[in-house]
């Protein structure tokens, strides 16, 4: 299963980003998908996921600023990051949890990054 994730750049604080990524491969049924994120000198930390059924969960921190949807039929996920500010700058990673042939497996992609300038 590949995860190939797209839209990080740099952007100044106020502005917006929307990342996206689709999963590939052997996946019988994806449960979950969402984003992570790290920055530097900081552990990973939960920013989104959304569920088959599209319940959502945010981090306080983004609550009301981002916005995490996907499509089902093309196994894709997106965060839209509106009202962006420096401490949103991190490496964000794709997030799935679903079925392949070895059973219920977890997945990361390689990481986006978006920066955020004062």
């Known amino acids: 299963v590949q995860l190939q994730a797209s839209g990080g750049g740099l952007v100044q604080a106020g502005g917006s980003l929307r990342l996206s990524c689709a999963a590939s491969?052997?996946?019988?049924?994806?449960?979950?998908m969402g984003w992570y994120r790290q920055a530097p000198g900081k552990q990973r930390e939960l920013v989104a996921t959304i569920t088959s059924g599209s319940n959502t969960n945010y981090a306080d921190s983004v609550k009301g600023r981002f916005t995490i949807s996907r499509d089902n039929a093309k196994n894709t996920v997106y965060l839209q990051m509106n009202s962006l500010k420096p401490e949103d700058t991190a490496v964000y990673y794709c997030y799935v949890r679903g079925v392949a042939t070895r059973g219920v497996m977890d997945y990361w992609g390689k990481g986006t990054l978006v920066t955020v300038s004062s």
């Open positions: 491969g052997s996946i019988l049924s994806i449960y979950v």
